[in-house]
């Protein structure tokens, strides 16, 4: 039967294994992944990956540190004789910040349905997980997109250990936010991880805006020449740690826009498949084109009003201070003609909207919308089974970048209303629909039309707006 926004699941007990070292890896080195160790009790949460800035909000009990390669485990008590489907959680954060012992990590809340075996994992983060630097050869020669790599070892664990909790390394689901969306997509495109995932649920991460080779190149330089390290890279194997982690903070822009061009002026994925070490083969929108994981089910998702977030918490940084301003950032960030960026940002200069709010609007269908939109065409046309979730504002929360956090993992937001967690429950169960195989439970997969489920109070009918993106980015790449 269909979900409705009303199903829920009563809650069970659960156990936890916290912390679990699963590879380690020195500085700019691929991670080796290890053997599980049943005698340790796993009853506190690991080291969270190094990071700058403000740290608090993270949980972590047991701090920070470089050597951060451990996950979290939870099964139902009750689990039953039957192996599990297997969610792992890949948080999300800008791959600067975040850690699996934040509660918006803590994947327990799945696991209490007694539906499935939950794993949230740590990845380096940084400069020492996103720092390109295997142009220098040498001892630096594995450094490309080393988190992926650490994601990658992680989910080579859960295929030689999962089963020991009760989860199925058959029917592994990788899921994500943001960052960990992105990431998550990113699999497609990495011939180590065949086999390791069975289906996938992106949330507000899509098959795009990866850092071109050059780009990353430049980012290093950057970093390099801020440390006074540019004519001798290998140095920064022994700079201080938290230098270097606030030097590449440092480095980055402070427009909260500057993600969204094409060239993508932050960090992120890198393209490296023409890289020495390279990890990735192409691009995942290809990969999707290709037809070569039309056997993963994949659920797209993102937010009504995605970039909003911005518009609401750092609208001095993020507004453009005028349309002509607003037209010649985006021809320029995108490499479109100035007349067709008009166009396009024509199309959100309506209902008496400010700049900054129609950036907000233009940003979160070209970085959302638009490449979730194509992704699931892409996948659809070739045979596979794509799901469109479009998450709308309800009482007490905006429909922007984050809203639905809680849900994925099963957890309910402090003060939440009646009608988040009616909705964050909806996004709860069609993750464990889609991990089960249960797609009949789900909604109308794509096909020729970007079939779109909307829930929470929708602005717009889903579908129809997919469609009408289409039609207003036409012929505009998303890279």
């Not at 009750?78 to 969610?87: C, E, Q, R």
């Not at 991880?193 to 649920?201: I, K, R, S, W």
């Amino acid at each position: 039967m269909p979900m409705t926004s009303s199903d829920t699941v009563e809650q069970g007990a659960v156990r936890s294994w916290l912390g679990i070292p699963y590879a380690t890896a020195d500085r700019f080195r691929s991670p080796k992944v290890v053997p599980f160790d049943p005698d340790l009790p796993y009853d506190r949460k690991g080291p969270a990956p190094l990071q700058a800035g403000d740290t608090s909000w993270l949980e972590a009990d047991n701090g920070f540190s470089e050597d951060c390669l451990n996950l979290n485990v939870w099964a139902p008590v009750d689990a039953g004789d039957k192996p599990l489907p297997v969610v792992v959680y890949i948080f999300g954060g800008g791959w600067m910040l975040g850690a699996n012992t934040q509660t918006t990590s803590n994947a327990s809340g799945l696991a209490a349905t007694g539906r499935a075996i939950a794993v949230s994992l740590n990845y380096r983060l940084g400069p020492f997980g996103w720092l390109s630097l295997s142009q220098y050869g040498g001892a630096l020669a594995e450094a490309t997109n080393l988190g992926l790599q650490d994601i990658i070892a992680a989910l080579q664990w859960v295929r030689g250990n999962i089963a020991r909790f009760g989860g199925d390394p058959k029917n592994v689901t990788v899921t994500g936010h943001s960052a960990g969306a992105f990431s998550a997509l990113s699999l497609l495109a990495a011939p180590s991880a065949d086999g390791l995932f069975h289906h996938l649920a992106a949330f507000s991460g899509m098959p795009s805006r990866q850092v071109p080779a050059w780009g990353a190149e430049e980012r290093a330089h950057a970093v390099l020449t801020a440390l006074g390290l540019q004519d001798d890279p290998e140095q920064l194997l022994t700079v201080d740690a938290d230098l270097l982690a606030q030097t590449m903070a440092e480095s980055q822009s402070s427009d909260p826009g500057a993600a969204h061009g094409v060239d993508n002026d932050v960090i992120a994925i890198v393209d490296d498949r023409s890289r020495t070490n390279g990890i990735l083969e192409d691009h995942p929108m290809h990969v999707l084109e290709s037809g070569r994981h039309r056997d993963v089910d994949i659920l797209f998702s993102s937010a009504t009003h995605e970039t909003d977030y911005w518009v609401l918490h750092r609208a001095e940084d993020f507004d453009p201070g005028s349309i002509d301003a607003l037209v010649a950032e985006f021809a320029n960030r995108n490499r479109i003609p100035r007349s067709r960026a008009r166009e396009i940002i024509a199309a959100y200069d309506v209902d008496g909207r400010t700049p900054v709010e129609i950036r907000g609007a233009l940003l979160t269908d070209f970085s959302f919308t638009l490449p979730q939109t194509r992704g699931a065409l892409a996948h659809a046309a070739t045979g596979g089974n794509a799901y469109l979730l479009s998450v709308g504002p309800v009482e007490g929360a905006h429909a922007v970048h984050g809203t639905e956090m809680y849900g994925i993992v099963g957890q309910t937001r402090p003060g939440a209303s009646d009608a988040q967690i009616v909705r964050d429950t909806f996004v709860r169960d069609a993750l464990l629909a889609l991990a089960a195989g249960d797609t009949v439970a789900l909604w109308e997969p794509v096909t020729t039309v970007p079939t779109a489920r909307g829930i929470g109070d929708m602005p717009y009918d889903a579908t129809a707006h997919a469609s009408q993106v289409l039609e207003i980015f036409a012929g505009v790449d998303r890279p």
